[in-house]
């Protein structure tokens, strides 16, 4: 059974477990890289797994948000770009995907048109027989 990590200890087999993940290994290579290099049980490379998978959704989302405001900074200065060139169809589909980016726009209704027929065919029951 392996000692009680340090908290760097700790840190780099979440880091390195981290890195295992975003390679794509497998949960069974993970495991056993824990129990051969650090002495670990199955259960005990889980809460690594768990506190890795923690990191890997915490940066997904900081990231997230950057992206959207790196996304809106850009549309924003093309907006601006495609006025100073009078090009209003331009302008206008930056307008839409601003609306988009920032959810504003309702989804499209999709109307159904024509008659629809239902069919039902009435089949006796067998204890009405």
């Not at 056993?32 to 989302?61: C, R």
């Not at 726009?105 to 027929?117: F, L, W, Y």
């Amino acid at each position: 059974m392996a000692d009680k990590a340090t908290t760097a200890q700790s840190l780099e087999r979440t880091n390195a477990i981290l890195e295992m993940l975003l390679d794509g290994e497998s949960r069974y290579a993970i495991v056993q890289y824990g129990i051969n290099n650090w002495g670990l049980t199955a259960a005990g490379v889980d809460k690594y797994i768990g506190k890795a998978n923690t990191v890997i959704s915490e940066q997904a989302e900081r990231d997230a948000g950057k992206l959207i405001d790196k996304t809106q900074r850009r549309l924003i200065r093309l907006l601006a770009k495609a006025n100073s060139k009078n090009d209003m169809n331009m302008a206008r589909l930056v307008i839409k995907d601003l609306r988009d980016l920032g959810g504003l726009d309702r989804p499209t209704k999709i109307e159904q048109t024509g008659h629809t027929d239902i069919i039902v065919e009435i089949v006796p029951n067998e204890v009405d027989e």
